[in-house]
């Protein structure tokens, strides 16, 4: 029973996803008040009828008493939870008890992330975002939600069944001879070849990096890009997740079948078996376009089967790229929601190549957000009473944006619609403040800097989210290209493809710990700095047999990791930076530190403490510790601040003291083997 939606403040459905207990739950519900003869209601009508009153109320809140609910639960013990963004409401639901308050506020910020990344600043005007997640076009607006619908589930696949995800940090491959070897090739072979051919079409390739699953194999940036957020990755691998999805228990060989997974490389190599051909097997489901089976079934469910099957998303082309919106970091400042083209290149099923480009005309979205944030500084100054010449005061001025807004508003040309628009507004805005006698500057210009924001936020649209016209040509590197990357690549790790497959199933491996560290059961250790993170493998499917186990005993281990990481974000949402519990049988630790770039580890202060509706802590949706090590770097001037974290799963049996001391050896150990800088 789970359930999210975005609405505007009237009440229409901008999103909607839905499990099958949800959406059954719906259609009793309604369908049993409609007539004898009629049709079930139109899904999308139903899911609005039933959230309205909790829409409007919230709108009603908001307008009577400046304020508004966050969360509630139901008698039924439906636990909502409602955050507004602007003028779009999300709202989460769990009525199976899967999910609690966190779980649906993490779920909601990683959608509005997932948003950001495919519409960019386009997030920023509500009445553009409307019209981009609910198209008029019916059979657009089922593929764009299809597509959305895809990203969260994924999403939710890989934080219920993957470490990385779960404590939101990038993990590598820890191989470092093979990690040495395709980063150099990226770089002479990839990124150069790339940069350096005339089918690139005035694309040029920043960052390329290969994954393995979800674990980073290698990583590679030019020269002339800046660095990667870890929140922008992890959105990426989501995204490549969601066009080519992994099955583990499908795309790996068994990790039997592979001698050694920590060596150099693999002193065998491994020819799968052909697909089993069993009758029974291929009996049990039958495939489309087999014989039919007859049976009854309601015409009504019939037609709509029919109709979702037409819309079903077709397989992702690899040639054509998705345009997808990054923070960019320059001397000049932080740039967020700056466009590139995401080119995902399967390399065989479970390994990827992901090539982000640069585009001709990103210079413009630099352009356009320095003038939004002029405007957004000049409205917030104006809201705050500030009039005349204390409303103008900032870097930078408003004096200063009028010359440069006039010379790029020039440059765009008035063909265009949109730029004719943007003039028009631009040229009445100028009238009331600046022409003499006009108004000037005070809360009559409140309005005007709303429009400016919504005119650039247009052009915006109009330079990266509207496709090109067939006369402007493609602009991407050419599919040959492409395709001699792929075929590169995939040359070079020909002799690696099925050992690199088994070691994102056992990257590292408890039994090498476990002379040290006896009684150790688990650990995850964090670079939050760098957004890295190391655990050993807790993979436990029907195929493979993990150190815990296979069966009851390794679920159970896993699921008080799990409860464990969750556990301990509550608290440093608190202020603690340090958690010791007992819980039955078993013994946890976690703990967080700051050390300087020399691995000298700083005296703990303060950690600020959160409100319970504050965003969830975690890298993905919204990067605390970034703002955590700016608030801790603020003692320690002219030092770099390196943040560390360390969770530990011992048996309870085992004296206090021991392991406080096994606690202070792996945070020391842990990094020595995997210095290989990736990222």
């Not at 039933?50 to 008698?75: H, K, Q």
């Not at 709202?91 to 959608?111: F, Q, S, T």
């Amino acid at each position: 029973m789970k359930c999210l939606l975005i609405a505007s403040e009237s009440a229409e459905v901008l999103f909607h996803w839905t499990d099958p207990e949800f959406q059954q739950h719906i259609q009793d519900q309604y369908g049993a008040s409609q007539e004898e003869g009629e049709g079930l209601p139109a899904f999308e009508d139903s899911i609005s009828t039933l959230f309205a009153p909790i829409i409007i109320s919230c709108s009603t809140m908001v307008d009577r008493l400046g304020d508004s609910y966050t969360s509630f639960i139901t008698e039924n013990n439906h636990i909502y939870v409602l955050h507004q963004f602007d003028e779009c409401l999300y709202i989460a639901v769990n009525g199976d008890g899967e999910e609690g308050e966190d779980d649906l506020r993490r779920k909601i910020y990683v959608m509005k992330k997932m948003i950001e990344v495919m519409f960019g600043m386009v997030t920023l005007s509500s009445n553009l975002l409307r019209k981009e997640l609910r198209p008029q076009d019916t059979e657009q607006r089922a593929r764009l939600w299809k597509h959305l619908q895809g990203l969260l589930e994924t999403y939710s696949h890989l934080r219920e069944n993957d470490q990385s995800f779960l404590v939101e940090a990038v993990e590598r491959l820890i191989h470092p001879t093979l990690c040495e070897q395709c980063i150099e090739f990226l770089e002479r072979r990839i990124v150069q070849q790339l940069n350096s051919s005339v089918e690139r079409a005035g694309e040029e390739v920043l960052h390329s990096f290969i994954l393995v699953h979800t674990k980073l194999l290698a990583f590679y940036s030019s020269r002339n890009a800046s660095t990667l957020s870890t929140s922008d990755l992890l959105a990426l691998i989501i995204m490549a997740q969601n066009m080519y999805p992994s099955n583990t228990d499908v795309d790996d060989p068994s990790p039997e079948d592979v001698e050694s997974t920590s060596g150099s490389g693999p002193e065998s190599f491994y020819t799968p078996e052909p697909s089993p051909t069993d009758s029974r097997s291929s009996a049990e489901k039958p495939m489309r376009g087999s014989t039919p089976v007859f049976e009854f079934v309601d015409p009504d469910i019939q037609m709509a089967e029919d109709s979702l099957q037409t819309l079903e998303v077709p397989p992702p082309d690899p040639s054509t790229p998705r345009r997808v919106f990054l923070e960019v970091s320059l001397k000049e400042g932080l740039y967020p929601m700056m466009p590139h083209s995401m080119y995902c290149l399967p390399l065989w099923p479970g390994i990827t190549l992901v090539l982000l480009t640069k585009i001709p005309t990103s210079a413009v979205a630099m352009s356009v957000y320095k003038f939004l944030e002029a405007f957004a500084k000049l409205e917030k100054r104006l809201s705050e009473g500030h009039v005349g010449s204390a409303a103008t005061r900032g870097q930078p001025t408003i004096f200063d944006v009028r010359s440069k807004l006039d010379k790029f508003i020039k440059a765009l040309g008035p063909s265009e619609i949109q730029s004719a628009q943007l003039q028009n507004v631009w040229a009445e805005f100028k009238n009331r403040a600046f022409a003499r006698g006009g108004p000037g500057f005070n809360r009559e210009l409140i309005p005007w800097c709303k429009h400016m924001k919504t005119q650039l936020c247009g052009i915006y649209r109009q330079c990266f989210l509207v496709d090109a016209g067939p006369s402007d040509g493609p602009r991407r590197l050419s599919p040959s290209l492409q395709e001699r990357a792929q075929s590169m690549l995939q040359e070079k790790l020909m002799d690696w493809k099925d050992f690199l497959l088994v070691k994102s199933k056992r990257n590292i491996t408890m039994v090498s710990y476990l002379e040290d560290f006896p009684g150790l059961i688990h650990f995850i250790c964090v670079d939050r700095s760098t957004g890295q993170m190391i655990a050993p493998s807790l993979n436990i499917t029907e195929r493979s047999t993990s150190e815990l186990g296979k069966g009851p005993v390794a679920q159970f281990i896993k699921s008080k990791v799990w409860s464990l990481v969750s556990t301990t974000r509550r608290y440093l949402q608190k202020g603690y930076s340090t958690v010791t519990l007992r819980d039955g049988d078993f013994y946890f630790c976690y703990f967080l530190w700051f050390e300087n770039d020399t691995g000298y580890k700083l005296e703990a202060g303060d950690i600020p403490h959160l409100p319970d509706d504050s965003a969830p802590i975690g890298m993905l949706a919204w990067d605390y510790y970034r703002k955590l090590l700016r608030y801790y770097s603020k003692h320690h001037q002219g030092e770099v601040v390196k943040c560390y974290e360390l969770l530990t799963v011992h048996l309870g049996v085992i004296p206090t003291e021991i392991i406080l001391q096994h606690c202070r050896q792996l945070a020391s150990k842990l990094w020595e083997p995997s210095r290989n800088p990736l990222l």
